[in-house]
């Protein structure tokens, strides 16, 4: 699952920092996402799974479909 969030950022020519902004968080707190030291909050994963156009089964690695249902 962290591996799927770094690259749909880094193929989204993102920073850690503008996702951060996006989910109200600090860069060290997307960073801990990304790493797999904190638990995504639902909420998070909600604004990310639209933010992505995907769904959140596609983020937590339960299906390879990235379409959204």
Not at 20 to 40: C, D, F, P
Not at 58 to 69: E, H, I, S
Request: zero cysteines.
């Amino acid at each position: 699952m962290y591996q799927r969030l770094r690259d749909l950022r880094e193929d989204s020519d993102l920073t850690q920092q503008e996702l951060a902004i996006l989910l109200k968080v600090s860069q060290a707190t997307y960073s801990r996402y990304e790493s797999g030291a904190l638990n995504i909050p639902s909420t998070s994963l909600i604004q990310l799974a639209k933010f992505y156009k995907t769904s959140i089964d596609y983020l937590l690695g339960l299906t390879n479909n990235k379409r959204p249902y």
